[in-house]
């Protein structure tokens, strides 16, 4: 498809009002406020104020979510399991393992978020072991450590798509290959890709499919989901659940556990509403926006990025070839505190991670606002650590 990335800011910008005021580079965070997602919060109140709120209706609203979050992913609707957030996904599918028949290991990248590793951990209490998959020191995985480390007792592999530390991307089809020729099961957490880089959840043979709508889609905080591949949501079952999990929701029987046939047995409790509103509003709008197209936009300003950090000799903590990372670019900082405070009183928005600056563009930023960054880095040199 032939996109035209020069005129995607322009399109769009003039809906994230932010960008009166400042150059928001830190999607990787939480996604700009759109008008959209104002007026979906601004119609939740008007929907409470008109409806009171039956539950029948958070129903629909939900299903609504559910929609949206299957058409993103080009997954079935009963693929999908919507939940408050990626912890409360892993933590339902965790619950559904039993770590029995031999089959008690759990392989965690070491490009995990803490969430992923803390869940994996706590199932070493319910008689899992856990090993992880250490980085190299360029910032990758390569697939031989992997290997070395799947075998026929594990029972699950964690992965993460784009790593909020780094930015590196890890590649999920050949880790899921590696681990079902094993017999182990695949859990990706895409939080840092979705919305970022086209994803169909079939395509990358994950079993398990976690994200939330707060950053790359633009939406807020509270709304998770979670993608099961069909042929297992009816083979495990959690014992992490509640009353939106069960077969008939409005059956309100408290004598069995009778969990839906779907994913949404990996629900749990009231729908986080207002988040649903805003969260539909987001993935609508980057939908809209076009994700494909905003790949190949935020790969052309990483380039630009990358090639003005090389020529300032700064140290960049995230891989340099296009394929092996996403929209996120991080820099050694020396005192990172300082550099990302230096970088807002330039009026530019950034955050970092352990001593790395995050840099992370989506579809609304221009070559301008990298020329910004740059610039600020440039007059804030000695904050950066350089090779
Ligand atoms: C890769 C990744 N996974 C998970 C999370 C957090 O997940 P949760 O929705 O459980 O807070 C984040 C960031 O907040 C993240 O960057």
């Given at each position: ?12 910008r003039?809906?994230f ?6 150059v ?17 919060y ?15 209706y958070?129903?629909?609203q ?6 949206s979050?299957a058409?993103?992913?080009?997954a ?6 919507i ?14 393992l039993r770590f029995q028949?031999g ?6 990248s070491?490009?995990e978020f ?10 070493e ?8 998959v250490?980085?190299?020191?360029g910032?990758?995985i ?5 290997e ?5 007792q594990?029972?699950l ?9 780094n930015?590196?991307r ?7 290959e590696?681990?079902h ?10 939080y840092?890709a979705?919305g970022s880089i086209p994803?169909e959840a079939r395509?990358l043979?994950?079993?398990?499919l976690?994200?939330?709508?707060l ?6 905080a509270g709304?998770g ?13 959690p014992?992490?659940t509640?009353?939106f999990?069960d077969r ?5 029987d ?11 047995r990996?629900?749990?409790g009231t729908p986080p ?6 969260g539909?509003?987001?993935?609508e709008l ?9 790949e190949?936009h ?9 090639a003005?950090?090389d020529?300032l ?10 394929e ?9 900082s020396?005192d990172v505190?300082?550099l990302?405070g230096?970088l ?7 955050s970092?991670r ?8 989506h579809c609304y930023?221009?070559a ?12 804030n040199?000695?904050?950066l650590?350089?090779d």
């Amino acid at each position: 498809m032939a996109v035209s990335t020069a005129t995607l800011p322009a399109r769009i910008r003039h809906r994230f009002p932010i960008f009166d005021r400042r150059v928001y580079i830190n999607s990787c965070s939480q996604g700009a406020l759109s008008d959209a997602v104002r007026e979906a919060y601004g119609r939740y109140l008007a929907d409470w104020d008109e409806h009171g709120a039956p539950w029948e209706y958070w129903v629909e609203q939900l299903e609504g979510a559910r929609r949206s979050v299957a058409g993103l992913l080009n997954a079935a609707e009963d693929e999908v399991a919507i939940t408050t957030s990626v912890s409360a996904g892993v933590s339902a599918i965790a619950s559904a393992l039993r770590f029995q028949n031999g089959r008690d290991k759990v392989v965690v990248s070491d490009f995990e978020f803490p969430t992923i590793g803390q869940i994996w951990h706590a199932q070493e209490r319910r008689g899992a072991r856990v090993v992880h998959v250490p980085a190299e020191p360029g910032a990758t995985i390569p697939l031989e450590r992997f290997e070395a480390a799947i075998d026929e007792q594990t029972a699950l592999v964690a992965v993460t798509h784009v790593c909020f530390r780094n930015g590196s991307r890890i590649d999920v089809k050949g880790v899921a290959e590696l681990a079902h020729g094993r017999g182990a099961l695949v859990f990706l957490d895409a939080y840092q890709a979705v919305g970022s880089i086209p994803i169909e959840a079939r395509a990358l043979d994950c079993d398990f499919l976690a994200a939330g709508a707060l950053k790359y889609l633009l939406g807020s905080a509270g709304l998770g989901f979670l993608y099961c591949r069909h042929e297992l949501a009816e083979k495990i079952e959690p014992t992490a659940t509640g009353w939106f999990a069960d077969r008939d929701i409005f059956e309100m029987d408290i004598h069995d556990y009778s969990p839906a046939a779907s994913a949404r047995r990996f629900e749990a409790g009231t729908p986080p509403i207002p988040a649903i509103y805003a969260g539909i509003a987001g993935i609508e709008l980057m939908r809209e926006i076009g994700i494909e197209e905003t790949e190949a936009h935020v790969r052309e300003l990483n380039g630009q990025l990358i090639a003005g950090l090389d020529e300032l000799g700064a140290r960049v903590a995230t891989p340099h070839a296009p394929e092996n990372r996403g929209a996120l670019v991080c820099v050694a900082s020396t005192d990172v505190e300082r550099l990302v405070g230096a970088l807002a009183e330039g009026g530019v928005v950034t955050s970092s991670r352990d001593d790395n600056l995050r840099i992370s563009a989506h579809c609304y930023n221009t070559a301008e606002d990298v020329s910004t960054v740059l610039d600020l880095l440039a007059r804030n040199r000695s904050l950066l650590r350089l090779d």
